[in-house]
Antibody, heavy 116, light 106 residues
Framework: QVQLQQSGAELAKPGSSVKISCKASGYTFTSYYISWIKQTTGQGLEYIGYINTGSGGTNYNEKFKGKATLTVDKSSSTAFMQLSSLTPDDSAVYYC?????????WGQGVMVTVSS | DIQMTQSPSVLSASVGDRVTLNCKASQNINKYLNWYQQKLGEAPKLLIYNTNNLQTGIPSRFSGSGSGTDYTLTISSLQPEDVATYFCFQHNSWNTFGAGTKLELK
């Protein structure tokens, strides 16, 4: 069965970076895009962007350009998202999901907390 | 950017009720509208895609309709396990979520 297993919770200091992972299994990794979504209590769900897992091509929400960097490692069927120059506003749960507009499979989410 | 407005923000209903949730786009989204259900502590779960297509494994009491800028999710007979927050999501032009409707039992 399709599974997306995300890495564990992160506690980071303001100004630092974190890199979270999303390991796919149960399907051909390079056949589907991976999307990333941010969820906060205040802002709800925000679409960060997606990556073409075959070519590595990316497309970002303007709001997250310069904040998020999406990459993949095809050898391990893993997608990554690096968040840089962290501020408290980046504290959220981050999800990966398979596909672009059609996302039936999601990871369990990673809680990122930014605090000094 | 396309804005998605969901109404109501909170809905209280009784078991067995027919429930209707609404989602309005700021411009025509050509039926590229999905509905998700999210329970506390879980990832969103896809219920309906492209307005009226029931995702595999989702009970038939869930249905979707709409066109242009106005879309609806209907639960024909509310069950206790349907208590959740429901989000609409457009993928016609970039991708945008609505703010959600919290569905409670009366």
């Amino acid at each position: 069965q399709v599974q997306l297993q995300q890495s564990g919770a992160e506690l980071a200091k303001p100004g630092s970076s974190v890199k979270i992972s999303c390991k796919a299994s149960g399907y051909t990794f390079t056949s589907y895009y991976i999307s990333w979504i941010k969820q906060t209590t205040g802002q709800g769900l925000e679409y960060i962007g997606y990556i073409n897992t075959g070519s590595g091509g990316t497309n970002y929400n303007e709001k997250f350009k310069g904040k998020a960097t999406l990459t993949v490692d095809k050898s391990s069927s893993t997608a990554f998202m690096q968040l840089s120059s962290l501020t408290p506003d980046d504290s959220a749960v981050y999800y990966c999901a398979r596909g672009r507009g059609y996302n039936p499979h999601w990871g369990q989410g990673v809680m990122v907390t930014v605090s000094s | 950017d396309i804005q998605m407005t969901q109404s109501p923000s909170v809905l209280s209903a009784s078991v067995g009720d027919r429930v209707t949730l609404n989602c309005k786009a700021s411009q025509n989204i050509n039926k590229y509208l999905n509905w998700y259900q999210q329970k506390l502590g879980e990832a969103p779960k896809l219920l309906i895609y492209n307005t009226n297509n029931l995702q595999t494994g989702i009970p038939s009491r869930f249905s979707g309709s709409g066109s242009g800028t106005d879309y609806t999710l209907t639960i024909s007979s509310l069950q206790p396990e349907d208590v959740a927050t429901y989000f609409c999501f457009q993928h016609n032009s970039w991708n945008t979520f609505g703010a959600g409707t919290k569905l409670e039992l009366k």
